[in-house]
């Protein structure tokens, strides 16, 4: 706590990073924390940005960073027991008798017709079709639903992003992503 000129206590950690986790949990407003907590508008919004950063950087080497050799191998795993043998999918395909060499992304109708969207075969035929739209469709639906985890207990995920700055979204949401595996958090 900071005493300011006037020899006064500032704001506590725990107004703080109160202020930060109903923000995020809920989606409020950074002005409306005030009604709650008795603390303005443009603190709230430094409260937010200084503790998804401070949690970015406590827990980055562990739970926020890119997936090692072991992760790898274990996401292999789970992909073989769903009929995936052995390996990632290749990034090379054919559609419409046009061969691409780049990621694809796995959509539904609702993208526009790019070549990186790879959109669900709507009647498919032959049994090796079939197949391809079972498992599209089983691994579309593994990150609908981590995503809407991920919404249903950070409200702030959900909302508008356009007033946030670009390094803030970000680290929100690495936050609210590894808030949601170490458990930080009790909400939801």
């Not at 950690?13 to 809920?26: D, F, G, N, S």
């Not at 985890?149 to 702030?156: D, K, M, T, Y």
């Amino acid at each position: 706590m900071r005493v300011d000129a006037t020899r006064k206590k500032g704001l506590s950690p725990l107004q703080k990073c109160t202020t930060a986790i109903r923000i995020l949990a809920y989606g409020s407003s950074a002005d409306s924390t005030d009604d709650y907590i008795r603390i303005g508008e443009s603190t709230a919004v430094e409260c937010l940005e200084r503790f998804v950063s401070g949690v970015c950087n406590i827990f980055r080497a562990e739970y926020l960073r890119r997936p090692n050799n072991e992760d790898v191998e274990r996401l292999l795993q789970m992909g073989n027991a769903r009929s995936f043998p052995g390996q990632a999918p290749a990034v090379q395909y054919i559609v419409n008798r046009t061969q691409y060499n780049m990621g694809y992304y796995l959509a539904d109708g609702i993208y526009p017709e790019w070549a990186t969207f790879l959109k669900t075969i709507p009647m498919p035929q032959g049994e090796k079709m079939k197949l391809f739209v079972k498992q599209q469709e089983s691994a579309r639906k593994d990150v609908e639903r981590a995503f809407g985890v991920l919404q249903s207990r950070f409200a702030i995920v959900r909302g508008p992003t356009r007033a946030w700055r670009v390094d803030t979204l970000k680290n929100i949401m690495h936050a609210c992503r590894g808030e949601q595996r170490v458990g930080l958090v009790g909400f939801g």
